[in-house]
């Protein structure tokens, strides 16, 4: 069956990432890692990337603890960076932040963060923007 609207599916695809997170896993020995912490919600995540001898992400794990919105957010940004170079990774940070501070993004740039876009609703609720940005900010610091 499907949703009424799109503000249904969101919701439908930010709960399915949050109970079923993909990449939440533990990456031993990985070659980047970086840890993110919201202070005023306690929301955390701990990101470890691997890469090719390219520097194409190969590998991506994330832990984390906190709301549906962070963990979904951590489980979409994993399966984005898989096989981009951490260029494409800090371009994709840049754009997605643009986004969530409310900035009307062009096509390409719409097209270029793929699935995380589903997380544009999350901009009618300015206190829930840092939930949404907390992986990215861990990348940032990690890359």
């Known amino acids: 069956m499907l949703p009424d ?16 997170p993909r990449n939440q ?8 890692t970086a840890h993110g912490f919201n ?10 990337i691997n890469l090719t ?3 194409t992400i190969q590998q991506i ?6 709301c549906s919105i962070s963990q979904a957010s951590a489980s979409l940004l994993t399966q984005e960076l898989k096989d981009r170079s951490l260029e ?10 643009r986004l969530m501070q ?16 589903i997380l544009e609703g999350v901009r009618k609720f300015p206190v829930r923007i840092k939930c949404a940005l ?3 900010s861990a990348l940032e610091d990690g890359i």
């Open 5 to 20: 609207n799109l503000d249904d599916l969101y919701k439908e695809v930010i709960l399915d990432h949050y109970r079923n």
């Open 25 to 32: 896993e533990h990456i031993e020995e990985a070659q980047l």
């Open 39 to 48: 202070p005023f919600c306690g929301d955390e995540v701990d990101l470890q």
């Open 53 to 55: 001898s390219h520097g």
């Open 61 to 66: 794990g994330f832990q984390g603890r906190g």
């Open 88 to 97: 494409e990774a800090s371009e994709l940070r840049t754009v997605f932040r």
């Open 102 to 117: 409310g900035e009307n993004l062009d096509d390409d740039e719409r097209n270029s963060i793929g699935d995380l876009l």
């Open 134 to 136: 907390l992986a990215f």
